[in-house]
């Protein structure tokens, strides 16, 4: 008997959920109801710098408040740090990783004189500034220098098969490209988004990612490391984001209306869910919570 599709909502407890961020969690569950699919819980607590357990707490109130239902315990990555650094040690024993210890405003200066270089969708091309370090000397560096991975995109390139793709839920196939040297284990915490998530999926046995258009760029490079480390690759479904009057996207950094606030100001979540996916048509109108609790009430 095969296992049934399963897929998973991840935030990050680096500052309380905004209602972009129930939009995302109600788009995860009605697909995994309208597939009959297990729909999972992981928090994604790699970045120590940021993450703080306060938020954790929380997201798990606002979550049950909201009436989201996941399946079995929640899976925390902090917990799992050896799988990754496993899967760096196996990238770099390939040669696909080097040491990086430029500084930011290294690399700042060094493209700043390359300013005729083509950008990628993940920005600046890194320019190669330690990519032919000899490994002894990058060894000798690694005891006292703070470093970063890097893929090393040319070794990367030649050992994918020709049309590496990625598959998205209506089944068309899509690139898989690399076209710079991208962190993949960072300076400050060891390892990077991208790398714990493809092993954390693989271990959830994630069949599909319900998750918000501006990951979509990510895509590629999730279906390259799924390539290189062995591992399974799931569909990729892409949601609109959810925007504001002015045609920009909620964030928490943007200090978007949290989904805390409009749980302690009484507003009824089965109101919100509905506005959310069937009335909002992608923008939040609201530009206060007060002005939410007016229009949606409270219950």
């Known amino acids: 008997m095969s296992s049934p599709p399963r897929t998973r909502f991840a935030p990050s407890p680096t500052g309380h959920l905004h209602v972009g961020n129930a939009y995302s969690a109600l788009c995860c569950q009605r697909w995994a109801e309208e597939h009959r699919a297990e729909l999972l819980l992981r928090i994604e607590d790699i970045d120590h710098t940021r993450c703080r357990p306060i938020y954790e707490q929380t997201i798990i ?3 049950r408040w909201l009436g989201i239902q996941w399946h ?3 899976l925390r990555q902090s917990e799992h740090m050896p799988l990754f650094q496993q899967a760096l040690k196996r990238l770099h024993a390939q040669g696909l990783i080097y040491p990086c210890f430029c500084t930011r405003k290294t690399i700042q200066q060094e493209v700043a004189q390359m300013a005729s270089a083509p950008h990628s969708q993940h ?3 890194y320019p190669g500034i330690c990519r032919h370090i ?5 060894s000798r560096r690694m005891r006292n220098t703070p470093f970063a991975w890097r893929l090393h995109a040319e070794r990367v390139c030649a050992a994918l098969p020709p049309e590496l793709t990625w598959i998205d839920g209506q089944g068309r196939h899509h690139p898989a490209t690399l076209e710079h040297d991208l962190v993949i284990g960072r300076k400050d915490i ?3 988004y991208h790398l714990a998530v493809v092993i954390d999926d693989a271990r959830q046995g994630i069949s599909d990612v319900i998750r918000g258009r501006d990951l979509r760029a990510h ?3 999730h279906r390259i490391l799924q390539y290189l480390l062995g591992l399974p690759s799931p569909r990729y479904h892409h949601h609109p984001l959810l925007q504001d009057t002015h045609g920009t996207r909620l964030a928490k950094r943007k200090s978007s209306t949290e989904l805390r606030a409009l749980r302690l100001a009484g507003v009824s979540p089965l109101r919100l869910r509905d506005f959310l996916l069937h009335e909002c048509n992608g923008v939040w109108p609201f530009h206060s919570v007060a002005e939410a ?3 949606l009430g409270k219950g």
């Open 219 to 221: 895509t590629g490079i």
């Open 293 to 295: 609790v007016q229009t």
């Open 72 to 74: 079995g315990p929640v």
């Open 134 to 138: 000899p490994e002894r000397e990058a």
């Open 190 to 192: 060891g390892i990077s």
């Open 123 to 125: 920005g600046a091309p």
């Open 61 to 63: 109130e606002d979550l």
